[in-house]
């Protein structure tokens, strides 16, 4: 048998296994945002404004970081790969620069105003350990369930 697929064109999953588990960054970032959105009211009611608007913006934050972190990563994979890369070496490094950055300006902006607004902020940020600590659960009882 001979396989033949162009650098470009990716394999169509065959199995339900494999959809399931090509599904998973889509199930992350939904978790990003459900647990965001519960976490600003969980917040808001706990902690007041402050502290739920550091959480929104560090949720933020989290989100828009896993986004950029996809991207990099397909990006540095096709360019690995296949050479075949849309986007240029410096420009991919100049973002993984830039998203690190962007996480320390929200802290230091953050920090500035208040101290609840902080601990909000970097409670927000961590949305993305927390999605990822979900989906595993989530892969975990497909795999005991489904046997995967």
């Known amino acids: ?3 033949s697929m162009s ?3 990716s394999p169509s999953p065959d199995t339900p296994a494999e959809q399931f588990y090509d599904a998973a960054l889509g199930r992350i970032r939904r978790f990003i945002l459900i647990l965001g959105g519960v976490g600003v009211v969980g917040c808001l009611l706990r902690f007041g404004w402050v502290a739920a608007t550091g959480f929104l913006v560090g ?3 989290s989100y828009v970081n896993h986004v950029w ?3 990099t990563v397909a990006a540095l994979g096709q ?3 296949s050479g075949e890369s849309r986007e240029r070496g410096g420009i ?4 993984v620069v830039l998203r690190y950055a962007f996480i320390a300006l929200g802290a230091y902006v953050i920090f500035r105003v ?3 607004g902080l601990y909000g902020f970097l409670g927000g940020v961590c949305l993305t350990i927390a999605a990822i600590a ?5 892969e975990m009882y497909a795999g005991l369930r489904r046997g995967f």
């Open 1 to 3: 048998m001979v396989w």
């Open 114 to 116: 208040s101290l609840a």
């Open 69 to 71: 972190l996809e991207r």
């Open 92 to 95: 991919i490094v100049v973002r």
């Open 59 to 61: 949720a933020t934050i």
């Open 7 to 9: 650098a470009t064109e």
């Open 134 to 138: 979900c989906e595993a659960a989530v």
């Open 79 to 81: 360019r690995i790969t």
